[in-house]
DNA sequence: GCCATATGCGGGTATATACCCGCTCCTATG
DNA sequence: CATAGGAGCGGGTATATACCCGCATATGGC
């Protein structure tokens, strides 16, 4: 047997922990992506499009397709700065509202997680591989 | 600080490398999930969207989608087998010169994620730890 | 103050992915 | 041998993601 992809067990390994973080999540009507999302946008108050997808590490384009759909879902509203060209994103009252409550479940899907890891040092260790990618 | 999502950092950790990947694999003209398919169905020589869905973890409408994108390329072809229900995929002539051609270029970005990850050793760490996800 | 350039976004297009529904075809049970 | 249940697929719909192009706005050099 020769050596595996890594990039494929990446991506297999995204999609089976994103699964479990989504089951989590559901009840609440979010996926992993969007909690994280909201998340970020709660943790600065008010943040534009250009700066999340910075923090995101994710393509601009694809925050605003991401967060066209927390704003349909009446999550997050988009009000205009200073600089008339940013869109900046802040938490509805209903999207701070799914987010405290998400956040219970969230934890135990990191628990879970961290479990199968052999624990805080193996999870931590996870981590950090994946950091020096 | 508290702990980083272990979800999302593997989603970014798989973005990350894919985008190595599909750079190294660009000159191709296919994609690191493409590259992962032409190969298990080159192993396989013929195999059905059913059985290529259980290898790759992934769901079967997903390969479906895939392997036609495939198809709509030409680098694979689906034949009918005994089961009429069944639609078996195998390389074109095409399919099978392109994947020899990607492979160097495949292993490189192998060696580079190795590097990344502190050699061998750390790879094969990785490759286990995701393992017990 | 004006224009060249840079910045911030939206939208088009494409792949990747999943879930659900419905159709077709196969197979085992009575 | 007929039918009920199961297996294999396609397609609808939705999110997640990236790249590129074009539009609007800001800003800096002159």
Chains 1, 2 share one sequence.
């Not at 890594?6 to 995204?14: D, F, M, S, T, V």
């Not at 995101?56 to 999550?75: C, F, P, Q, W, Y």
């Not at 890891?117 to 020096?132: E, F, N, T, V």
């Amino acid at each position: 047997m020769s050596t595996p992809c890594y990039c494929i067990e990446l991506r297999a390994a995204a999609r089976k922990t994103s699964a479990i973080y989504d089951e989590a999540l559901a009840p609440f009507g979010i996926t992993i992506a969007q909690y994280s999302l909201l998340r970020k946008i709660d943790r600065a108050k008010r943040i534009s499009l250009t700066e999340l997808a910075s923090i995101s590490d994710l393509d601009r384009s694809t925050i605003g397709r991401n967060a066209k759909v927390l704003e349909r879902m009446g999550l997050v509203q988009s009000v205009s700065g200073k600089d008339q060209r940013e869109a900046l994103l802040e938490l509805s009252t209903m999207g701070q509202k799914v987010l405290a409550e998400s956040i219970p479940a969230h934890a135990a899907a990191q628990a879970k997680i961290e479990d199968h890891l052999g624990g805080p040092d193996g999870a931590k260790d996870l981590l950090s591989r994946l950091h020096s990618l």
